[in-house]
């Protein structure tokens, strides 16, 4: 994994074949090494842009979450795409697993491409300390993200003595490392993202951006992070210091909210990746020509209630009386060219609630005030709900998640660490595809498998159950 601009050479070279004498022999060791590549700043800032520009793989996240979970339902056009994932049939090949594995590729090349340029942050000819700092943060931030989300995927619910994955800190293409434990990790995951935020500068609506890494988005990360592993107390500190920060509050009517899924506003969004030009995202579900490949499920839509704008915002409707993803459908680039939000204030609001409502002394009425404010936010008319009792008060979290963060990638995960079964509507799925459920034991197939060719490359790494 080289520098962007030594890949544009090369490309350039190769396959344009214009102005270019020679073509750099990559089967000679000393023609180009890290060692040579990284000489100045700019080399460094392009190996750290290369970095920011593979969070993309969070798109796999989901997608993934959608064909697995009960957010979606096969579309009218669609001609086979996602049909074996949706269908539940997925497992380590790459034809039955090429919707759910990639993601194990994307943040393994992420991790690889911070720990090719993390040492030579501070050895390269020029750039301030602060810029130097800024890099190395922006690179352990995002390969703490990375590990996490790989924990998500491929990992049974959190248990700190459970199988983890491959922790890699080091560029070695030779290694072959084992999985570790879960909470070996989750300590990578703590150090990588302390260190980063030691590193950046105090956060203010004057430096904030939501295309980089700062200490405020790392706090909503290790927000979501501490509700993952149910340190509730650490979930509330860290979500508290985001909602009260005030740089990115909810967006309180439909216009703005609205704005933000046509990347017109910026309104509540901590951290998105850009994709300027492509569709990556959005014709996942209906192509640019129309054609619907996944409509939203009917459950999801059932969902929403009336004087709830949400609903017109994640939802369109064509001639046809058919239901489409409009959460992703257009900006002003065009059509299904839509950024990757990542992570929003909203989600620290039901962070932050459930982790009120899951403590071991409930606070429901703090609990209740964060769900309430949220759906105030997003309801016309919207009366404040009281509960009695904290199982009431996280069922009713648990559906606003479902509702608020749909398509988001977070649906599928949070089945899998409440130990929830997943059960769709009998108009959204066959029988045989419509559940799966926790047990004794629970159904293999809410961890997703290692890609087989992972598992036949590094004898170390042991398959998930099931596959």
Known sequence: MKLIKYSLLLLGCGVLA?????ELDLSDPGSFTDANAFQTIEHVQLGVNGAYGRMA????????NAYTSDELKVGPQNGGSGLLTYRLQYSSDATTGGDVTPGYYGNYALIDQVNRVLPHVYTVIGGTQE?????RASLLALRAISHFNLLQSFCA??????LGVAVMTTFNPNATPPRATMGAVMAQIDADFTEAKSLLPETNSANFSDTVINKLNIEAFQARIALYRKDYDAAIVHATKVISS?????????????????DQSGAEVLYRVRLLTSTAMGATFTSSAGSIYFNPSDKIISQFGAGDYRSSVYFGQDANGQNYVNKYYISDRGPRMVDIKVIRTAEMFLIRAEAYASKATPDL????ADLNALRGSRINGYIDQNFSNAQDLKDAIVNERYKELWLEGQRFYDLKRLHLDLERGASDAAPEWQFLRWG???????????PRDAT?????????PGY
């Open 18 to 22: 214009v102005s270019c004498k020679k």
């Open 57 to 64: 793989t969070y798109g796999n996240d989901i997608f993934k």
């Open 131 to 135: 810029r130097k700092n800024t890099l």
């Open 157 to 162: 619910a959190y248990d700190p003595n459970g």
């Open 246 to 262: 005030d740089i990115r509050p909810l967006a309180t009517d439909a216009g703005t909210f609205a704005a933000i899924w046509q």
């Open 365 to 368: 009425v703090a609990g209740a």
């Open 440 to 450: 004794t034991p629970e159904d293999y197939r809410f961890v997703y498998p290692i």
């Open 456 to 464: 036949s490359a590094n004898p170390n790494t042991v398959q998930n």
